[in-house]
């Protein structure tokens, strides 16, 4: 079977003695029917032929958990193998445990007797890290249900992994980077950590792949770098410049392959039931990893947003969903939105208005709110309002950038001046840049939008110019 057949998340391959080992969490893991009670193995020898699945962990009848068996790591360790895998039960929150085995196919069996992260934590994905003294560590997620934030923490292991050697230290925050999105609370408090995993490069930098949700256009779930310089898994780390992968794909690793070649492996896309294990090659760079090709293909966005560009995309998110999922109408609003939006009114503007006053632009006019263009009362004009702030004028289609609030589809006034018709929020392009090209917005201005989940992706038609928000 190839890896488009093979329906798993967070994919994890072992390579040893001419075998490529590949596992992962089984699709419907999260329900309690006992065929999802267990983790799989599927081999190959060239990468491209896999074999059908192999059950290498049945769940014992005594053991504590019996759902939410996730994303299984196995790693070789002092001559047996050693996994590392997630579970979650009624009485007890998520967290990671390590299984043992004489062999990569299993049968892996509990090591310990109780999960490896710490009690009362919500845990998962535990990885595996020897350092340069010899030292064994284990890193784990603790998760934004409980905490909000979500960190990535590590942990020394005893020399013969069957417990912990310290206490748990923290060395990412999602909310941290930049880029972050926020999940579920639009106070901004929720932020996912996902599937860490170490990989020492040829300059002596420690590198920490890991997965969160960057605000976009289309691609929420990210494949990240965090770097080490030090080659220290304590630090100090700091944030790769661009996503390794930013195609609504990530929970990946890194492994070597028997021709020679660095490999990805990582779950795209991140939406359920469509999730696949894919395969990429990987050059190491002096800074991190490149994904043979990722550049060029359509929709990558190779730089994480300003902040700024962050809280824009992500209100817009909530405002779009909000406006449809209470059945608002188009329609000029009698009071600006941003104040008062009970009369379930929105358009174009009304919008922009919105979104910019929740991420803190919120010296508006309440009365009837900003609109694109008007005529005698520059407190009401939408682009007076942008020049106003100092938002810089973009009159370049193919300089656009995700959060540009876009003025499009010119108008002549009675006396010959011409003005923009229309407004929205630009989010990014879906492929080659340039006017009639499809591109990703957010836009209340009719019915079908309004009542469509958004971002849409349309033709970017006649472009006029941009503003480019920023903070002075």
Avoid at 243 to 249: R, S
Avoid at 260 to 267: A, C, P
Wanted: with cysteine; hydrophobic share 35%.
């Amino acid at each position: 079977m190839k890896l488009s057949d093979i329906h798993l998340r967070d994919p994890f391959i072992l390579a040893e003695d001419g075998v490529y080992y590949l596992y992962g969490t089984r699709r419907g893991a999260t329900t309690r029917t006992i065929p999802w009670q267990g983790l799989d193995v599927y081999t190959s020898s060239d990468l491209t032929e896999w074999s059908e699945p192999h059950e290498c962990f049945t769940r014992p009848p005594d053991f504590w958990s019996d759902r939410d068996f996730f994303a299984p790591e196995v790693y070789k360790y002092n001559g047996q193998y050693y996994m590392f895998a997630s579970f979650r039960s009624e009485t007890r929150l998520r967290c990671s445990q390590i299984l043992k085995s004489d062999s990569p196919l299993g049968p892996f069996v509990p090591f310990t007797d109780r999960p490896l992260t710490p009690d009362g934590w919500a845990c998962l994905d535990a990885t595996f890290y020897v350092d340069d003294a010899g030292t064994p560590w284990t890193a784990f997620c603790h998760e934004w249900t409980q905490i909000g934030n979500g960190t990535i923490d590590v942990m020394p292991l005893k020399p013969d992994l069957s417990g912990p050697a310290g206490e748990p230290r923290t060395i990412l925050r999602a909310g941290d980077v930049p880029w972050a999105y926020s999940l579920v609370d639009t106070a901004g408090n929720n932020f996912v950590t996902d599937g860490p995993f170490f990989r020492r490069g040829k300059n002596g930098k420690l590198y920490m792949l890991w997965s969160g949700f960057r605000a976009g256009p289309q691609y929420f779930y990210v494949q990240a770098l965090a770097i080490s310089d030090s080659g220290n898994i304590l630090g100090q780390w700091r944030h790769a410049d661009r996503f390794v992968y930013d195609e609504d794909g990530g929970h990946g690793m890194l492994f070597d392959g028997f021709d020679g070649n660095m490999y990805l492996v990582l779950h795209c896309t991140n939406v359920s039931p469509n999730e696949r294990p894919r395969l990429f090659k990987v050059r190491e760079t002096d800074d991190g990893f490149e994904v043979e090709g990722h550049a060029a293909w359509r929709g990558a966005t190779c730089h994480p947003l300003t902040q700024l560009q962050a809280d824009i995309l992500r209100e817009a998110k909530y405002v779009t969903d909000y406006v449809r999922e209470n059945e608002f109408e188009y329609g000029d609003a009698p009071v600006n939105p941003a104040f008062n939006h009970d009369a379930k009114l929105i358009s174009c503007d009304r919008m922009v208005d919105w979104i910019m006053y929740r991420v803190g632009f919120t010296d508006q006019v309440e009365s009837q709110g900003m609109v694109v263009c008007h005529a005698t009362d520059k407190t009401h004009d939408l682009q007076c309002w942008c020049e106003l702030h100092g938002f810089p004028r973009i009159d370049d289609i193919k300089l656009l950038e995700p959060g540009d609030i876009v003025f499009v589809r010119p108008g002549t006034s009675n006396a010959g001046v011409v003005y923009p018709k229309h407004t929205f929020i630009f989010a990014g392009y879906a492929g080659d840049r340039g006017d009639e090209h499809l591109s990703f917005r957010y836009d209340c201005g009719k019915n079908e939008r309004i009542r469509s989940i958004q971002p849409s992706c349309e033709p970017l038609c006649d472009f006029m110019f941009a503003r480019r928000p920023v903070r002075l």
